[in-house]
Nanobody
């Protein structure tokens, strides 16, 4: 299995920025992120989990409408890490953010495509 560990969450004021990181806990050929579509998802209390951004093995990126223009997903294969840079944060971005890895093509924000999930990192944006 691929173990994913998120970090970088925290509390910021509206308009601020955060960069989330997700690293595969075991560095081996099977867990290398180059083999997976990587995605970021989030869930707020009382709401369903939703997709935020994804990046394919070829580097093609996908964003939810709410993330376009403000969030950027990127991947560092050498560090086996995927990032989510979040700028101009809004109170409605407050949620637990999860990193996920999927093997089922095509790469997009459909949650069923993702097999491995991290434990999440909390992002809180105050107005």
């Amino acid at each position: 299995d691929v173990q994913l560990v998120e970090s970088g969450g925290g509390s910021v004021q509206a308009g601020g920025s955060l960069r989330l990181s997700c690293v595969a806990a075991e560095s081996n050929a099977k867990s290398s992120m180059i083999n997976y579509c990587m995605g970021w998802f989030r869930q707020s209390p009382g709401k369903e989990r939703e997709g935020v951004a994804a990046i394919s093995t070829s580097g093609v990126t996908y964003y939810a409408e709410s993330a376009k223009g403000r969030f950027t997903i990127s991947q560092d294969y050498a560090r086996n890490t995927v990032y989510l840079q979040m700028n101009d944060l809004k109170p409605e971005d407050t949620a637990m953010y999860y990193c996920a890895a999927g093997e089922t093509a095509p790469c997009n924000l459909q949650q069923w495509r993702y097999k491995f999930w991290g434990q999440g990192t909390q992002v809180t944006v105050s107005s």
